[in-house]
Structures are given as C-alpha cells and as structure tokens.
C-alpha cells in the first residue's frame, strides 16, 4: 500500500533519508558512519508505510523499528527470475538416472529465466505415496516439461526440486512417436497418433 | 615547447580549467545488460557489462559476494599508428586491474553472493585520459545495468606544464613528459577510489593539481547524472508509464 506516489528520481549515491526515520529496502543502502539512507540504483523513490497488524489500542513507541516505513528504488532494468524455495518451477528434464533425475529450470513461476538453473528430482520427491517403490523410467523421460517446486537451494550443483503433489509433474510430454501425449490418468499418458500408452507421473492440471 | 601561451591558453584552445566537451550515451551494445560510451573530448571509449551471473570457472567463486572481473583493451585504430597488440600488454593489465580496483570498491558486491560481474571496457579513440574516460565509461553502464553501487564513481585527469596546473590532459600534453594525476573519487562522499601519478611533484603544487582535478571529477558527475535520468525517462516514456 503506497500512501503516496512519489515521482522523484534518483540516481546511485543520492541521499534518500536518515536512518532513524527510514528502513533501506530494495534499492538502497545504509551507511553506517552517518546513519544516512542512500540510494544504490537508478530508478524511481518510493515510500511504503510499514503494515500495521498490532491492535490500534496502544501506539507502539517513537523508536521502535517497525514504525519506520521503508524507501525502495525500482530500477527500469527487470532482472532475471532467480528461484527461491516454496516457488513453483517449469522445468526440462534432461537425464534420468537410477536414483534421480536432473532438470533445467527455464521458468519461476510466471517469468522465465535469463539462464536455466540446474535442478535435481531425487527419486523420494517425486511421489506423495510408496516413494520406495517408484520406478523413475515410468515417472519422467528426458525432454519432458515438468511443473516443480523448489524444495530448497539443495548443494553446489543444483536445485532440489519435488514433485509430490497432484499438481506438480509431467505437463507436457512427446511420445516416442513424437507427437505431444495426452494425459489419461495420474500415471499414464497416451500418444494421439498411436494409441500407445506411455507411463509418467502426470500433473493434475 | 609551450603548452600555455602567455594569454593563457593552450594548444587546443582551452583556459588552463576548462574539461574538454563530455558526451554519453547509455545503451549502446544491446546485447549487455548494461552499456555506455563515454567520450571525453576526442577519446571515445566503450563500456559493456555483463552480470550478476553465474561464475564461469568454479575455483574463482567468492561464497559471501559477486567476483568482478575487468578487461580493458584498446582496438587497432585507436591511436595514430596501428596498434601490433591491443590488449596482454603490461599497460593493458595494469589500466584493467585499476579499473578493477576502481568499480569493486563501489559496487555492493555483498548483495549478489556466488556471481559475477564483468565489465569490458574498449578505447575507441585514444587522446589522453583514456583511464578516466573508461571509468567514467564503466560507471554508466553499471547504472544501466542495474547493479547495486553506494555511489557514482567518476574520474578526470589533471597534470602541471609550464608551471600551471592543467585540468584533462590530451594526448600531446600528457606525452610532454610532466606529471599526470588521474583521480577517481565518490562524488557524494568525497572519497577517493583511485589516486595515480607518475612523475614527481613537490607537495603543494600535487595539493592543487589534485584539488582540480577532484573538482573536474564533480563535473563529471553531474552530467553523468543528468544522462542518467534523462535515460531513464526515456525508457518510462516508452514503456508508457
């Protein structure tokens, strides 16, 4: 909630306030020798008052850092999607092994990406149920485009991502006949210009 | 050979203060994410920055803040004769690893942990002070780019000929032999980033060729803000907000 529209402009470097009246949000900085506020991009000023949840009974006291509304400078440059983990995840899968599967991550939610993250389906993350009987050849096959979310930022390689809900899975798959399957069941999926029937862990769309 | 007439005007025309004319354009290589040319008088040099991205060679990878990483070359045609080998030269090192230097101290590097930031920086047209120039370059197309810095980093040259104190030396003047302070400050803050002189200069008169060329960096940095706003109305304009 925006009180009011600020149309001030600001560049790197530009004093935007003092620390004791203002939190630095996104955009902006505080330099700890003179307790001032500066901006660190270029883009426009905007102040957001803090919400309030806490009953209006008693004001909180004057010095009390959640009274201070935070500054932010929104740039015009949009950066690239970065995931981040709860978020949910297209993503390509590219080799299917024994006990995992790797996957490129090419959207975060609605944006795509500047450059695809690697991201990696253990084989107990693909299921809600029986994860010690999942067989990964009858879940996901290279190629597929699967609908994950972010378990967390996982080891220096890649992203753990799980697809152990109705929704999450395989949303798009091309047969070996190569024409794109249509969803039966939860694990089946079928090839329109053969009539075969390929397995796959299927989103509920 | 006279640098100052005795009016007090030197070789191009210009009172012993006066910067030559600056111009900036921001957006110039479309395929970075930030970019500028910057032209100081007839140097003209171009800045193009790539990042935050991931880092290219692991080993490099710094855990806590982005890896910033500077190439600075000159191309063939940018001085008068044709160059052999524009960039692995000593001289192209060192101007890369300053320019380095320069930029790290004012990005917040802390902000993008595991990534990195390069900037390449590529002399047009050499006339004297093309480290200044690639600063200034470099500064613009950060801003452009999006990255995060505690502030604008500008630079300026300034030397000392026939005992006057010169603000932005050209090539001619540079190469009499006298000395050249180049400076690199934070213009809010007044601090220095970047201090280099080659040649000696008793103490006082180094006081005052480096004041004017701190005053010169004030200069600079008014108008890279000017361009700087002006672009980012335009991109508003355009985007129809």
């Known amino acids: 909630m925006r009180e009011k529209e600020e149309l001030v402009m600001v560049t790197p470097g530009e004093v935007l306030g003092k620390a004791s009246e203002l939190k630095a949000g996104r955009g902006a900085y505080v330099a700890t020798h003179n307790n001032t506020v500066y901006a ?26 959640d009274k201070r509304p935070t500054v932010e400078v929104t740039g015009h440059k949009a950066h690239g999607a970065v995931p981040v983990p709860g978020s949910i995840v297209i993503a390509r899968v590219a080799k299917v092994m024994a006990r995992m599967a790797s996957a490129d991550i090419m ?20 299921r809600a149920t029986e994860i010690d009987k999942v067989d990964m050849h009858s879940s996901f096959r290279p190629g597929d485009i699967v609908r994950a979310s972010i378990l967390s930022l996982g080891d220096a390689r890649a992203y753990y991502l799980s697809t152990a809900k109705n929704e999450l899975g ?6 070996t006949a190569g024409a794109t399957m249509v969803p039966i069941s939860w694990t089946e999926m079928q090839c329109p210009l053969t009539g075969q029937i390929e397995q796959r862990k299927v989103a509920k769309v | 050979m006279e640098f100052v007439s005795p009016e007090g ?13 600056i111009r900036a354009e921001i957006g110039a290589v479309s395929r970075a994410d930030g970019s ?6 007839n140097t003209k040099v171009i800045a193009a920055v790539y990042g935050p991205r991931e880092v290219q060679n692991r080993s490099q990878q710094i855990n806590d803040q982005a890896l910033v990483r500077c190439e600075y070359s000159m191309a063939n045609f940018s001085t008068g004769d044709r160059m052999r080998k524009p960039k692995g030269d000593r001289r192209s090192t060192e101007i890369s690893l300053v320019i380095r230097q320069t930029m790290e101290a004012c990005i917040l590097t802390h902000l993008m942990p595991r990534s990195q930031i390069d900037i390449f920086v590529q002399v047009l047209q050499a006339d004297g002070g093309t ?21 604008l980093v500008t630079s300026c040259s300034a030397g000392y000929l026939n005992s006057t ?13 006298g000395p050249d302070v180049t400076v690199g400050i ?23 060729v480096m004041q004017l060329a701190i005053e010169g960096c004030k200069a600079v940095a008014t108008y890279i803000r000017e361009v700087l706003l002006e672009n980012t109305k335009q991109l508003e304009y355009r985007r129809g907000v």
């Open chain 1, 40 to 65: 660190s991009l270029t883009g426009r000023r905007s102040l957001n008052p803090p919400p309030s949840d806490s009953p209006d009974k008693v004001p909180p006291p004057s010095d009390s850092p």
């Open chain 1, 107 to 126: 959207c975060v939610g609605s944006k795509s990406v500047r450059e695809k993250f690697s991201g990696i389906i253990r084989h107990q993350d693909i």
């Open chain 2, 131 to 151: 480290r200044s120039a690639c600063i200034n370059a470099a500064t613009l197309a950060l801003a452009d780019a999006g990255i995060p810095m505690c502030d």
């Open chain 2, 165 to 177: 104190a010169l603000l932005d030396l050209n090539y001619v003047e540079d190469s009499a032999g």
């Open chain 2, 186 to 208: 934070l213009p809010k803050s007044e601090k220095v980033t970047l201090l280099q002189m080659d040649a000696k200069l008793p103490m006082d008169t180094f006081e005052n």
């Open chain 2, 36 to 41: 500028a040319v910057f032209e100081m008088g």
């Open chain 2, 9 to 21: 005007l030197r070789l191009d025309g210009r009172r012993p203060m006066e910067m030559r004319q």
């Open chain 1, 170 to 175: 395989v949303v798009s798959a091309e047969s």
